[in-house]
Every structure is written in structure tokens, then in C-alpha cells.
């Protein structure tokens, strides 16, 4: 899996090298103002090596990817376009591959999507045309065999580091390994995981995964999203779908006062990534601050994740 | 069977404003299982239209009859001695038994009295739940007899989402995940090794994403 290097991207090339990875997010703005994801930026810049910029997440409208992707990379960093196929055709889908590509973006994350039930408009037709795993075999294909799905030729196919994710707690818990292998099957050259708070239960996945071998066919990125508060933590385990927030971390938010919570949560999220550090088969590590940014340079830190690699 | 559902009494009432005489008909398919669109219902409607239009002072007069099925000309025919005595017709059939009436009468509206729903099954009288989307190309072979593109709320072919939590779908606790069932299934039938092939690509050109679609016996066409 070390082995060649197929895209320009940076995160590709730190992964390839053996380095431990680290990756962020940033939401797009719910406006048309690109000096938010700018600021974001200003916050970003250097903490992480790559930064997921999410696509319409929890259905709820915002700049598109692409567009926040590049307002990005203006200010010198690299961006993962993420892309969910419930907004999109085949049609739709391979032409903003090639768009993307074509305005410099160097890694793509390949996603279902949220139901459209959560967001701004339930009352939405959901498209569906592809599933996430046809996503990342029609990306591949693109840039693989310089083919479209149609069967066609494309005079300069898009170079994207192709990527998914993957949730370890979400059910049938015993397809979550089969998961996996069909996704590498697809095509996924890295995978972010859904946020990681059941360590025992995120340990048993990844044995499976290593008994497998699937480690040595894709990188592997831990998800870790730091509690801004119990309230956070509470509505994260009791609201959000395919969660798993234990008791003990609950109860250990909740019995630390308000004021200190904010650093507590840090301090669960650091405790987690150094954790994942030992974990056989994990390549990086995925730090998703929700409306949260400034303080993913803080956790890198503590976690001893800076300076980043040049590479 | 093809479910459909009454729509809200206000809804129908305003299609009817300004009319004084319609046939209000009934269809004896599936609508009559499902119990919106028989004998029955076509009873139960038109005497709450009366009512409520007898008490704005705008009497409605309903003529009530039911046929075998809308959905074809043959039964179409037998209202032909009603309808040039109505103003209108207000079918309670599915949107393909209102087409067929309204195609058959090009000067009297036809109007729906129900939202056709989906193509399903009941679970008991009076409960009915969603099974086919006619999607052109049955894929149950492969999923162990659960379809995932009628009954996972993404319609996803290769697995259950990130979403999928004690059995239930991300969208409510009251739908099932179909990939949930699928997998129980196809270990049931000893088929897991299924669950890891790829699902090719749908080819929704057979879906109603082609264009109005047809079925024709050769053999029948002389």
C-alpha cells in the first residue's frame, strides 16, 4: 500500500510515506460569502494536512463542496471535496469530478449522504442514482481507466485520492467488517471513520478489519470529535443516528462543572487519539470540531500531531 | 396492490366547487381491498359532500356507482349512460383508473378523490405498507427477498448506511432498516457471502426514469 504514488495530493503522499495522518473539516457557510470559510482557514492552516470540506451535511443547504473547496486551496491549503450521492445523477456525479479535478482538488470522500429528512428541505426529491460504493468505482474508473460510466473515453481523466467512510458502531454490527471490504472493493484508498467514542467496541471492529487484512489495502483514519459540552455529548448520544457515546464518557462530562466541560472534552478527544496511535492498522486520525475549529490546532498539539510533514 | 389513500375532505371539496351534479365512482380493485376506493367508500364520501355542501347551501347531487375496475376500457364502459348526466366524475380509484375515465369522456372532468400512496400489502385490515417501487428490474434474487430500493429510505443496493440502528432506519424508529432484514435473511438462508458482491450499477432506464413504460404479449396482438 506504501508503494506508488497516483495523485498530486499531499494527504496521499504522507499516507504512502508511512506517516501518521491527520485530517480535518470545515462546513461550508449557509450564505455566499467565502471570508467565512477564509476565517475557518485562518483557524485551520497547518493543523491538519487535509481538510474535508462537507457536502450539504444533515441536508441542511450551504455552499457547494467544490466551490468552498477551491476558496480553500486560494488560501493554501488542501481540501477533500466530499460528495453525496443524494443530490446528484451519474450525470451530475462524473461532471463535477471533472470539475473539481480541473480546479486543482486532489482528494475526494465518496458518501451516501444524509437523508433529506434531516435537513432544510424534507420536502426534497432525493436522487439515490448511485450508492457510495458505486461513487467510488465510477471515480476510480474515471481515473484509473480514463473511462466515464458510459463506457467513453475522457481526454484527461480527473487525478483524485479517493476516499469513504466508514461507521464501525452503526448495525448490523457483524456487516460492519463485510463493509469494509466492499468498500475497499469499490475502490476506497482511505477511509474516515464515524467519531470514535466506544474504544472497546472501535477495537473489536478493528480487529476484524486486521484479521482480515484490509489495514494493508487502505488507510485507515480514526474519527475523534472533541464534546463542546455535556449538553453536546448527550444530544450526540440520544439524537444522532448510528452513535455510540458510552455511559462512563457521558457521566464523566456531566459530573465535570460547566465551566470546565469545554476542557474536558479536549481532553477525552486527546485521550482517544492517543489511544487510536496504538491501535494496529490505523493510519491517521480524523478531527471533526463541529463549528469548532479553533480548537483542532489545540488538540493536534496536546496529542503531539504538530508541526505537520512537509512533503 | 396498488394503495391509495382519501385525500383530505377539504381538498376534494374545493375540486368540486361550482359543480351541482357529479357520478362519484368507485373501483372494485385494489382500492376496494385497501378500503378507500369500493362500494363503501364511495357511499361514506359522497354522503359527507352532501352534507357538508347541503349546509353551505350549494347542494351537491352525487350519483354513486362502482365498477369492476377503472383501470380498463371494457369496465369504463358501463358508466357511459351516467356521465352525460353529470357535470363531473370524482373517481376514487388509483391515478391510473382516473386516467382511463378521464380519457374516455373528453368533456367532463375527472377528478381524484385519492393520492395513490404505493405498491404494497397489508399487514392486517385497515394497515398497509409500502413493498415494490416498480423499478423495472427486480433485484430480490440478490437480497434475500427485501427490497432495498422500496424499503431502505436511500434506496441503497450494497448495504445499510451509517444509520442504521437497533433494526431501525435513520429517518424514524418506526421504519425498519431494510438492510437490517436483508442481512438477517440472508444468513437465515446461509447466503451472507451475497452481502459481499458489489450490486452493479442500476440501470433506471427501465425505472419510470425512461419514460412512461409499456408491456405487450406479442402473442395478444392480432
Known sequence: MSGDVKTDSRLEKI????QFAVTGECGPPRGADPDVIREKCKLLKGKADAFNITDNQTSVVRMSSIASSVVMMQEGMEPVMQMVCRDRNRIAIQSDIL????????????????????????QAKNVFDLDSMQLLQTVRRMRDDGKFLSGEDIKKPPKL??????????DPFEIRVPRLAKKVKAGAEFIQTQCIFNMKKFREWMKGVVDRGLHEKVFILGGVTPFKSFGMARYMAKNVPGMDVPDELLARMKDTPKEKQAEEGIKIAVEIIQELREIKGIAGVHIMAIEWE???????EKAGLLPRPSV | MVVGERKPFEEILKTLEGHKKILALGCGGCVTVCLTGGDEAVRVLSSQLRMSREKEGKPLEIIEKTIERQCDPEYVEQIHDVVPDVEAVLSLACGAGVQYVAERYAKTPVYPALDTTFVGGSVKEGYYVERCQTCGQCKLAYTGGICPIARCSKSLLNGPCGGST?????????????????VDRLKNLGQMD???ELADIADWSKNRDGGPRKMIREDFQR
Open chain 1, 161 to 170: 485520492f479517493v476516499g469513504a467512510a466508514e461507521n464501525p458502531f452503526a
Open chain 2, 166 to 182: 437497533g433494526g431501525k432506519c435513520e429517518i424514524s424508529p418506526e421504519v425498519d432498516c431494510a438492510w437490517q432484514l436483508i
Open chain 1, 294 to 300: 479553533e480548537k483542532v490546532g489545540e488538540i493536534a
Open chain 1, 99 to 122: 470539475g473539481g479535478a480541473a480546479l486543482g482538488i486532489k482528494n475526494m470522500l465518496c458518501l451516501s449522504g444524509d437523508h433529506q429528512k434531516f435537513g432544510d428541505h424534507p
Open chain 1, 15 to 18: 499516507l504512502r510515506s508511512g
Open chain 2, 194 to 196: 451475497r452481502y459481499e
